[in-house]
């Protein structure tokens, strides 16, 4: 298929508290299930068709995911590769600290325990190539540190850019090969 949908998963309490959750596993708000809903709804709005809805491993995404599902009717599986990246020292740490913002800006850091950017990179851009080449549309649900990564898929940015890069809870957004 040429294109796929990302979409972020909904408010966590940690996201609440301006904390890094990274691969910690945190569940979403009250108000993140119905920004999840909301979410399916403005899919269906928008006429999105795809075939499956594929999402990270991590409870606030699956969430999501199967509150879309359940609005849109699209099927739903766990994808592995979209955990999101194990930030290591960073985990629950501020997400707006300056040491963190400058930290992504090293890719190949594992900041101690993690992963670094460049691991996350290898497995994401591998599975958006395999994306590319299935006759398949896509609905993503992950994390925003993974909107981060498949943003450099698409567009050429200086570190700067990567590291400040993100997006709002369940926002939805469209990716064009």
Known sequence: MNHFYFVRHGETVWNVENKICGATDIE???????????AGRKILEMGVTADLIITSPLIRAKETARHISEV??????????????????????PRDGAEFHEAKKDLASRFGTGESMLQVAHRIYGLLDDIKESDKEY???????????????????????FSSFGIKNCEIKRYDF
């Open 28 to 38: 979403l708000t009250e108000k993140g299930h119905d920004q999840a809903i909301e």
């Open 72 to 93: 849109t009717r699209i099927p739903m599986e766990i994808e592995p590769r979209l955990i999101e990246q194990n930030f290591g020292r960073y985990e629950s740490t």
């Open 139 to 161: 609905i993503l649900v992950a994390h925003n540190g993974l909107a981060r990564i498949i943003e450099s898929y698409f567009r050429e940015m200086t570190n700067e850019e």
